[in-house]
T-cell receptor, first 112, second 115 residues
Framework: GAGVSQSPSNKVTEKGKDVELRCDPISGHTALYWYRQSLGQGLEFLIYFQGNSAPDKSGLPSDRFSAERTGGSVSTLTIQRTQQEDSAVYLC??????????FGPGTRLTVL | AQSVTQPDIHITVSEGASLELRCNYSYGATPYLFWYVQSPGQGLQLLLKYFSGDTLVQGIKGFEAEFKRSQSSFNLRKPSVHWSDAAEYFCAVGALIQGAQKLVFGQGTRLTINP
């Protein structure tokens, strides 16, 4: 069956530009998560959506980061005025009940 | 606070040898525990999970893990590794944090297989 998909798979941008990363969760999954994985680091939680509830943004590192989830399905993570330290792999995961999470392949972001 | 510790950053084993990757967690309630594997350039794939019941859980690719409450551990094992097992392995605890189910990950263990 279809898993979590993310696009683009790779994104190279210049410092100061805005980028949008997309996540298509597994159909029927109500919970959606964004994580950041920096080189040599573990996974850092960024933001969590559950159904129609207000998102949990407690992991967003700065106000340059934002995310939305339209129609309870597709999510977009936006990074404004990118900085070199934003370079990382951004992973999306979805879950039916919020316990077992299924991950997408990630978007590798490189900020020059 | 919830935390996961994977003491070994990098492990090298020979193909055909046995493997044990260590994971210790800190969580006040009964934990949900997971092991994920990440191959280079790939996302995370779930190897196995523990929710309740039998403390020895079987996963995919011949992996198993044992939950030991007294030691707060959830170590991953495989009797005989294959070259294709070379990857990064992450242990995670599912925790209820601020009303939401979240995964707290360890820093990962990178596994190298010698031929």
């Amino acid at each position: 069956g279809a898993g979590v998909s993310q696009s683009p798979s790779n994104k190279v941008t210049e410092k100061g530009k805005d980028v949008e990363l997309r996540c298509d969760p597994i159909s029927g999954h109500t919970a959606l998560y964004w994580y950041r994985q920096s080189l040599g680091q573990g996974l850092e939680f960024l933001i969590y959506f559950q159904g129609n509830s207000a998102p949990d943004k407690s992991g967003l590192p700065s106000d340059r980061f934002s995310a939305e989830r339209t129609g309870g399905s597709v999510s977009t993570l936006t990074i404004q005025r990118t900085q070199q330290e934003d370079s990382a792999v951004y992973l999306c995961a979805s879950s039916f009940l919020g316990v077992e999470q299924f991950f997408g392949p990630g978007t590798r972001l490189t900020v020059l | 606070a919830q935390s996961v510790t994977q003491p070994d950053i990098h492990i090298t084993v020979s193909e055909g040898a046995s493997l044990e990757l260590r994971c210790n967690y800190s969580y006040g309630a009964t934990p949900y525990l997971f092991w994920y594997v990440q191959s280079p350039g790939q996302g995370l794939q779930l190897l196995l999970k523990y929710f309740s019941g039998d403390t020895l859980v079987q996963g995919i690719k011949g992996f198993e893990a044992e939950f030991k409450r007294s030691q707060s551990s959830f170590n991953l094992r495989k009797p005989s590794v294959h070259w294709s097992d070379a990857a990064e392995y992450f242990c995670a605890v599912g925790a209820l944090i601020q009303g939401a189910q979240k995964l707290v990950f360890g820093q990962g263990t990178r596994l190298t297989i010698n031929p």
